[in-house]
């Protein structure tokens, strides 16, 4: 069984920097693409980024770049999202997810679909 816990997430105020923890359990986690989105409510589930299976690749949703970085720690089981210069329309749940079937790509783990684990979400709210 894959359980997903993300931490990390409260209250901000614009212009912070946010990071966020994603500790997986589930054996081999350095097999699994890891992803991160998020859902404003309201509003749709958005891509963020994902990371692939060694770190060494990642894709982030346009909106993004430049702001986000995605990296992990096959070590510690542990996926990480930094944000920086919040805004408050980053208010929103973020989740982690896994994609544990054969190796796609960070390019082509852009939508929920192709995730099979979620973590259940760590809420961030960024005061103006």
């Known amino acids: 069984q894959v359980q997903l816990v993300e931490s990390g997430g409260g209250f901000l105020q614009t212009g912070d920097s946010l990071k966020l923890s994603c500790l997986v359990s589930g054996q081999p986690f350095s097999t699994y693409t890891m992803g991160w989105f998020r859902q404003a409510a309201g509003k749709e589930r958005e891509f963020v980024g994902a990371v692939d299976t060694s770190g060494s690749a990642r894709s982030f949703a346009d909106s993004f770049l430049g702001r986000v970085y995605i990296s992990r720690d096959n070590a510690k089981n542990t996926v990480y999202l930094t944000m920086d210069k919040l805004k408050p329309e980053d208010t929103a749940v973020y989740y982690c997810?896994?994609?544990?079937?054969?190796?796609?790509?960070?390019?082509?783990?852009?939508?929920?679909?192709?995730?099979?684990?979620w973590g259940q979400g760590t809420q961030v709210t960024v005061s103006s």
């Open positions: 997810a896994a994609h544990v079937g054969p190796s796609l790509g960070v390019t082509r783990v852009r939508h929920a679909r192709e995730y099979d684990y």
